[in-house]
């Protein structure tokens, strides 16, 4: 089975802290997605990378950065954690292609206090 | 520059009616797909349906049918014989590759729906 994990469900972090969110999966696809999902925004885009290493801005990069250093490892980085940055945060691996589906992981609740 | 549009915040539907939620999309692109995802209210993304720019019929699974109309680039999703189990967040998203060989995928704002019984 397809598998896309999150490191937490739930995470609390105070103003100003630097927050990693780790996502990890089995399928050895290329392309892995960091989205963020505010009511009334749908899904956007932070930052898709296609290769190990490789990273290209979403529609929403500012205040964030991402790590991949390894296929199966994408990690999203909040260098200073703000109020504006608590939403959930859904993680999604595809292969290459255009005609693929992304596999989703289950979320991470942020809350930046 | 990729865009997908979902117009109706949230809709309703009678149980074992059909209904049908749009989904307009902007792309410069000749080829690209289109993709429509379940989120039940426990969060999870669960895929439903994919058309292909280049498909010439319309893509169904099951009670889901996807009304392709690329000439107004819509990509409505169709659901025949609404159930209760229905009532989800349902988003649109579409994958193109701007000359690249890989794709940015793109999501709407999502269309809440709801099932009465």
């Known amino acids: 089975d397809v598998k896309v994990t999150q490191s937490s469900r739930y995470l609390v972090k105070r103003t100003g802290e630097k927050v990693f969110l780790e996502c990890v999966q089995d399928m050895d696809h290329e392309n892995m997605f960091w989205y963020r999902q505010d009511p009334g925004l749908g899904l956007r885009l932070i930052y898709f990378s296609y290769d190990v290493k490789m990273k290209e801005k979403g529609d929403i990069p500012e205040g964030y950065s991402v790590s991949r250093e390894k296929k199966e490892r994408f990690s999203l980085i909040l260098e200073s954690a703000s109020t504006n940055q608590t939403s959930m945060y859904l993680c999604?691996?595809?292969?290459?292609?255009?005609?693929?589906?992304?596999?989703f992981g289950q979320g991470t609740r942020l809350t930046v206090v | 520059a990729q865009k997908i549009t979902q117009t109706q915040p949230g809709m309703f539907v009678q149980e074992k009616e059909a209904v049908t939620l749009d989904c307009t999309y902007d792309?410069?692109?000749?080829?690209?797909?289109l993709f429509w995802y379940k989120q039940p209210s426990s969060g999870e993304m669960i895929f439903l349906i994919y058309?292909?720019?280049?498909?010439?019929q319309n893509a169904t699974e099951g009670r889901y049918s996807l009304n392709f109309q690329k000439a107004r680039k819509s990509a409505n999703l169709v659901i025949s014989a609404s159930q209760l189990g229905d009532s989800a967040m349902y988003f649109c998203a579409m994958r193109d590759g701007g000359g690249t060989s890989y794709g940015k995928l793109t999501f709407g704002q999502g269309t809440i729906l709801t099932v009465h019984p």
């Open positions: 058309q292909g720019s280049y498909d010439e």
């Open positions: 999604a691996s595809s292969p290459t292609g255009l005609v693929t589906e992304a596999f």
């Open positions: 792309t410069s692109d000749q080829s690209y797909g």
